[in-house]
């Protein structure tokens, strides 16, 4: 299973996703506008992946099955608006 990431946004984003184990980088990676890549990850407990655009890096929780698509002004997983992980409850 694969994390699948779009960079939609007008500017680059550096993205990170943590791993359980020892498969897999964790360092942030850069996305120029308009790259895709994914990741290779396995696990039923889901990942903590870093965007940050601009000044600011925001956590997500995301599957090993997601399809992530970052805009300007928001983070989508096949279609649906991602809320930070850090702002789950109202």
């Given at each position: 299973?694969?994390?699948?990431?779009?960079?939609?946004?007008?500017?680059?984003?550096?993205?990170?996703?943590?791993?359980?184990?020892?498969?897999?980088?964790?360092?942030?990676?850069?996305?120029?506008?308009?790259?895709?890549?994914?990741?290779n990850r396995n696990?039923?407990?889901?990942?903590?992946?870093?965007?940050?655009?601009?000044?600011?890096?925001?956590?997500?929780?995301?599957?090993?099955?997601?399809?992530?698509?970052?805009?300007?002004?928001?983070?989508?997983?096949?279609?649906?608006?991602?809320?930070p992980a850090n702002k789950r409850?109202?």
């Open positions: 299973m694969a994390i699948s990431v779009k960079n939609s946004a007008s500017n680059t984003v550096e993205v990170s996703i943590n791993h359980w184990g020892t498969d897999g980088d964790t360092k942030p990676f850069k996305m120029a506008p308009g790259a895709s890549d994914s990741w696990d039923l407990r889901g990942f903590v992946m870093y965007v940050q655009l601009g000044g600011s890096a925001t956590p997500y929780y995301v599957l090993s099955t997601s399809n992530i698509v970052i805009y300007d002004d928001k983070v989508t997983d096949s279609g649906q608006t991602l809320l409850f109202g």
